[in-house]
Each structure stands twice: as structure tokens, then as C-alpha cells.
């Protein structure tokens, strides 16, 4: 009983008497004389500690008080540092993918570019115009390709040849300005040699 006694005053700091609370009685139905009881009596023991020492009211309960509080806005910032990082690499990835998209359509614009000009060098055109150099421009999926090209002449064993170098430059304007630039040589066969098989 000493022991229990002792560990008691320790977690709860319950003095060996207390006042026994007004207007209350006895569980044998009567007040103690002086209104004083010893802590360990048989009477009035449990009134006694659901008055002093409720469940929320205990040492243990008084230092953790405001502890979900602090957790909750701890896990709070920690969700919301995600979320940034979540939504910066959304953010990087979607500037990737529209930097690709538009070096894609410049790049496919400028190779039709070269492909429009093969196309008119093999109905004659360019091939026999007294001028070197020249340029046009022409639209190719919604897009404007520049293209300019300079000429000459060659000749070997094979026969002659009218010589192209062509730099086509694609734009895709959308979402933003794209540019990229294709040389290509092409060679044109005017007149076959004597002999030539």
C-alpha cells in the first residue's frame, strides 16, 4: 500500500489529504467529520480522482497537448514542397515537349522545301536560266519554307551537269518562332557524252 501510495503523489502530485469536494458525499452516504479524508480511505476514493485527475488533465496529457497541431502542419508543408516539385517538372516537361514539337514541323518544313525544288528542277525549271543564284519562298503545311539556291556547271566522262546547292530554311511560327536550315547538292544531267553507255 506504501509503494502504491508513494508512485501515486509521484505521477499525479496528489497531496496525502484533500478537502473532500462540498456538497458531495460519501459512497456509504455520509460526509467525513471536517470534510477532510485521508487519500487511501475507503470513502470517497473515486469521487476524488475523477475530480482531480480526469483522462485529458494528467501530466502526460499536459506536455502533448498541441502536438497534432504541429504534425498536421508539419505533414502540410511537406505535401505542399511535393506539389511545387510536382508541378515545376509538369512545367519543364511541357516546355520540352512544345520546344520539339516546333523544331519537328521547322525540320519538316525545310526538307519540303528541298523536295519542292527537286520537284521543279525535274520539270526543266532553274536548269536553263541564264541566272546563278535565286531564291523563292514557298508555304508548306501551314508553315513558310525560304528557299535559295546557287548554280553551276560541270562537266566529266559522263556528260554535263547543271549543279545545285540548295539551302532551305523552315519556320513553324507556332507556339513559338522555330528555324532550321537543310543544304542539299543536287545534280542535274543536261547532255550525255558520245559513247556514253
Same mark, same amino acid.
Given at each position: 500500500m506504501k509503494a502504491t501510495s508513494i508512485m501515486t503523489k509521484l505521477f499525479y502530485k496528489i497531496p496525502p489529504y484533500l478537502p473532500f469536494p462540498s456538497g458531495s458525499e460519501t459512497a456509504l452516504g455520509r460526509r467525513p467529520k471536517g470534510g477532510i479524508i485521508p487519500l487511501f480511505g475507503k470513502e470517497g476514493l473515486g469521487e476524488i480522482f475523477r475530480r482531480i485527475c480526469p483522462l485529458n488533465d494528467g501530466l502526460i496529457g499536459k506536455q502533448q497537448r498541441g502536438m497534432a497541431l504541429v504534425i498536421a502542419l508539419v505533414m502540410l508543408l511537406v505535401l505542399t514542397l511535393v506539389g511545387l516539385?510536382?508541378? @515545376?517538372?509538369?512545367?519543364?516537361?511541357?516546355?520540352?515537349?512544345?520546344?520539339?514539337?516546333? !523544331?519537328?514541323?521547322?525540320? !519538316?518544313?525545310?526538307?519540303?522545301?528541298?523536295?519542292?525544288?527537286?520537284?521543279?528542277?525535274?520539270?526543266?525549271?532553274?536548269? !536553263?536560266?541564264?541566272?546563278?543564284?535565286?531564291?523563292?519562298?514557298?508555304?508548306?503545311?501551314?508553315?513558310?519554307?525560304?528557299?535559295?539556291?546557287?548554280?553551276?556547271?560541270?562537266?566529266?566522262?559522263?556528260?554535263?551537269?547543271?549543279?545545285?546547292?540548295? @539551302?532551305?530554311?523552315?519556320?513553324?511560327?507556332?507556339?513559338?518562332?522555330?528555324?532550321?536550315?537543310i543544304e542539299s547538292i543536287i545534280e542535274v544531267l543536261t547532255t550525255i557524252q558520245p559513247g556514253y553507255n
Open positions: 516539385s510536382a508541378l @515545376t517538372t509538369t512545367n519543364f516537361e511541357t516546355n520540352i515537349s512544345g520546344n520539339q514539337r516546333v !523544331y519537328n514541323m521547322a525540320f !519538316y518544313t525545310a526538307d519540303g522545301g528541298v523536295e519542292n525544288f527537286r520537284g521543279r528542277v525535274s520539270g526543266g525549271e532553274f536548269i !536553263y536560266s541564264a541566272v546563278s543564284t535565286g531564291s523563292y519562298q514557298v508555304g508548306i503545311g501551314g508553315n513558310t519554307c525560304n528557299v535559295s539556291y546557287e548554280k553551276w556547271n560541270r562537266s566529266d566522262s559522263e556528260g554535263d551537269f547543271t549543279v545545285f546547292k540548295i @539551302t532551305s530554311e523552315g519556320r513553324a511560327p507556332f507556339p513559338s518562332t522555330g528555324r532550321v536550315e
